[in-house]
């Protein structure tokens, strides 16, 4: 019948990446992109000697021999100008951040001091050179490359990107996608369903899947009638990257989606994947157009978009597309069709080992059983009976749980 | 000193939760937050006989009697009213997701199925009763609670929304959180700094760390003047739930803000925690106001944002805030001072199993280390010499790397 296995699918989808161009964004909007440039050093870091601790700058010289009252001087706070300590035998108040005083090189932490009528005196012994200062380019150096190209941007990198003053940066374009559903039986969210109804759902659960990935998908409903399919999805393949199909891939007589793809010149690039669920998955691409018809399943859809849509996109921005999330399975699991399974499954941590326990379904169409579950376990078609202590790759979908 | 263990300081700022009320707004818009109502099935799931391939639909007594050859009387698509198996001899052709026909109790696919002249001959000699039909209820019933109060809502929980007809939804309400940063040493991103300044950096981390949490914090800077530091933060704390300070909480001549909160009639609950980086954090409550300020190096806010911030939140809206995330150290790592280490770490997935490998960092300032980096492993006081295979807590700061 010609099903391929899900390793060859994701093989074929990974071949058939795109680039979608690159912009220039607010820096603070670009958590979660992917940066297209390298980011460099505007300075050394840090730019000046700077003082470490709130304390007093004073000479490592005059202490060696042997002063331990210091005369203050002055003050010198952070965001202000260098000052000089113009006798060596007094010192100068010096705060976190600030420059380090001209003529000092030692701080001495108020901790370790008693002040009294503009003296300080040190409480200690022994100081070493340079102490509680950091010193100017000890991190990085002016022209240091600290970003580099094909970075997924985090929290960390949104930091740099400020400190080194990139208001504006360039990122890759995010794809343009439209999901699609077909499928005369659904009606919308906010309308009551009559009895042979039912209400879409899936082109929502995948437009928060490319939420997760910064996509802002938009949605369309098409009713099956061929000439109304053939106009819209032509329309669509003109305006969009991508094109996500949910239904209409399999057998029935109104499963006209491979059929009206093939009247547009998009090619398809497989039909079916040995795989449960969701094994009536096609792919195709037109030029630079990419469609991923996925089953109408509720979870055929879901697993499939974290499968192969997931690492294409990732593949396709310039990030790290394997996946090496991976779970022990907690419990023997058998499952004798040999196609690969996409097992729902309990996560959890212990001991710093990732735990997979399967939540029993009721059949692949069941939405309901994803709530319990937190992830998909990937068992290998090769293989009916899997023990208890097994690793397998995971597909998760929650973050915080 | 009065320092704080980390334990104790998390204890009490978990002792200090909020709720800020419930909202309802759009289920799509819901992926992250966290639910705030009971989700109910509001029809059985299937919501009637289901058909789950395509085919034909016959009667199961016809079949058991002999016939293998059926003529075709109509067909029922998904989506159209049930229609009725008028002679229980024949059959209907059936569409995935269709109505069972009415007297029919069968459904035989395609695949195992000759159709010639409007005569379905089927290849087989055994039936189940219902096969490949997804029995009305068998998932849930009208009236089960599909998704429970305090959900953080995953793709999952979007589609349940969508298929009940939840198209608004009531989620907790985010926190109002203004961060607040100060320091003369302070400019923007967008202006090149004199030598003795740097740009402001620590907020707009916050911002993004912040936004992974779906709250939209809004930002502000205050010159190091107490009369404006204290007329300003008196009007935030009208207005928000949350403020975060970056800055000035340590010994520094200019560190203002403990002085200024106590002026302001908020109830410090501790100041300096046995921590590095962080040591100078400060927490206090003003009725149902919480302040939070944080330490000015970048690392130190950086962590202590993810450590205490970010199960103060969870724990306020009703998830999941304790910490299961943990990893196993990779190499020996040593640290003489009694106090809590969070070391910069990468983390990596070995059979199911997450390592953590210490990055070489140059003080707790260097933010550009955290680029290299993707956690915090947190090393508890009470050890110095930490041994390759323990394991400790992780706070994570990337969702795919």
């Known amino acids: 019948m010609g099903l391929i296995s899900t390793h060859k699918a994701l093989e074929i989808i990974l071949n058939e990446t795109e680039g979608f161009g690159v912009e220039g ?3 603070l909007e670009s958590l979660g992109r992917v940066l297209k440039e390298d980011i460099y050093a505007d300075r050394d870091f840090p730019p000046f000697n700077r003082v470490s601790m709130d304390g007093i700058a004073l000479s490592f010289d005059a202490f060696e021999r042997g002063l331990r009252e210091f005369k203050i001087e002055g003050i010198q706070p952070a965001g202000s100008k260098q000052i000089t300590l113009h006798n060596t035998n007094n010192c100068i108040e010096a705060m976190t951040g600030a420059v380090l005083p001209h003529n000092s090189d030692v701080i001495i932490p108020y901790e370790l001091l008693d002040i009294k009528n503009g003296i300080a005196k040190v409480n200690i ?7 509680n200062i950091h010193k100017k380019s000890m991190d990085r150096n002016f022209g240091d490359i600290l970003l580099r190209e094909n970075t997924l941007i985090s929290s960390a990198e949104i930091g740099v990107l400020a400190t080194v003053g990139k208001n504006k940066v360039k990122v890759t374009r995010q794809p343009k996608v439209m999901i699609i559903s077909t499928g005369d039986e659904l009606v919308e969210v906010d309308q009551i369903p009559q009895n042979h109804q039912i209400r879409r759902s899936n082109v929502y659960t995948l437009v928060s899947l490319l939420k ?5 998908a938009e949605t369309a409903h098409i009713q099956d009638d061929k000439f109304t399919l053939k106009t819209k999805i032509e329309k669509y393949l003109e305006a969009y990257d991508v094109l996500l199909f949910s239904g209409a891939v399999s057998k029935g007589k109104f499963d ?3 059929e009206i793809l093939d009247d547009l010149d998009v090619e ?16 195709g691409k037109k030029n630079h157009k990419t469609i991923f018809a996925f089953p109408g399943n509720p979870v055929s859809t879901f697993v499939s978009c974290l499968k192969y849509f997931y690492p294409w996109y990732q593949k396709s921005v310039g990030v790290n597309y394997q996946n090496n999330d991976f779970a022990v399975l907690s419990e023997d699991f058998s499952f004798p069709p ?7 499954v309990k996560i959890e941590s212990k001991n710093g080992t990732i735990y997979a326990t399967p939540i029993k379904g009721k059949g692949s169409g069941d939405l309901a059983n994803l709530v319990d579950a ?3 376990l990937e068992l290998p078609a090769d293989k009916s009976n899997f023990v208890k202590g097994e690793v397998f790759p995971i597909l998760r979908y929650r973050d915080f749980k």
Do not use: D
């Open 25 to 27: 964004i607010p820096f």
């Open 125 to 131: 012994n022994e100081v070493k050179y340079f102490q």
């Open 212 to 216: 997760r990935l910064n996509i802002q």
């Open 256 to 258: 006209f989606i491979p």
């Open 268 to 283: 398809k690039r497989f039909h079916r994947v040995s795989q449960r669920p969701g094994k009536p998955f096609w792919f």
């Open 338 to 344: 040999e196609v690969t399974y996409f097992l729902q």
């Open 374 to 376: 937190s992830a998909f």
